[in-house]
């Protein structure tokens, strides 16, 4: 059945293409400038982006979280190591990433093998967040049922009894995780829905890099 309203919601892609000779040889560099571009432009959280994974019997599952590092060893994200996602990478180590700017009409994706960031990379990061995130992470039981929000704002107050005014140290079961590629796609919308589609491929020289239809 047709929602009309749906067939409704359309919008023209007005914008400059993207060629392959257009594209950073370097996919890293590409995303590099995009990013920027998409800061730039006041796109809201830029660093907002999709994380696939799937369990061992190939369930996927999929949710936004904060891109909070990334260069050519992979892409980094934080969360807590009991959660889904994190069960899920450690029993299949593999993600995919995307990332849209509506704005600019351009998304990016990005998929490749998965793995635990060091303690040292995680505890610096962790120091780097606000008190109050740091002792909402130490409380949280992250991905686990739990009865209402009262109980969760108790587990968040014993914790800050706990602490009082010293340190919150990273808890056992928080760090990150990194994706490093094998694949980027970069796409940008056009008139017409004939969208520009470059892909770079991982190969024993660096990147291959091929165009797709839309």
């Known amino acids: 059945m047709v929602d009309r309203r749906m067939a409704r919601l359309r919008e023209e892609y007005e914008t400059e293409g993207l060629s392959i000779g257009d594209a950073h040889p370097d996919p890293v560099r590409q995303f590099d400038r995009w990013f920027n571009e998409a800061v730039d432009a006041g796109v809201p959280q830029a660093n907002a982006m999709t994380v696939a994974t799937a369990d061992d ?3 996927p599952s999929a949710r936004v979280v904060l891109l909070k ?3 050519r060893s992979g892409f980094v994200f934080y969360t807590n190591l009991g959660s889904r996602k994190s069960e899920e990478l450690t029993a299949n180590p593999r993600a995919a990433l995307c990332f ?9 994706r990005i998929e490749g093998p998965a ?3 060091g303690d040292t990379e995680s505890d610096e990061y962790f120091a780097s967040r606000p008190r109050g995130a740091r002792v909402a992470a130490a409380a949280s039981p992250q991905s686990r049922v739990i009865p209402d929000r009262t109980a969760l704002e108790r587990l968040v107050e014993a914790k800050e009894a706990d602490f009082g005014d010293g340190e919150v140290p990273r808890p056992s079961d928080w760090g990150g995780w990194r994706v490093r590629p094998e694949r980027f796609e970069f796409w940008q919308g056009r008139r017409h829905r ?3 589609r470059v892909v770079y491929l991982a190969d024993r020289d660096g990147w291959r890099r091929v165009r797709l239809a839309p």
């Open 57 to 59: 019997r190939g369930h």
């Open 69 to 71: 590092g990334y260069d």
């Open 100 to 108: 849209l700017w509506l704005e600019l009409h351009r998304q990016v």
């Open 115 to 117: 793995e635990a960031a």
């Open 194 to 196: 004939l969208h520009d």
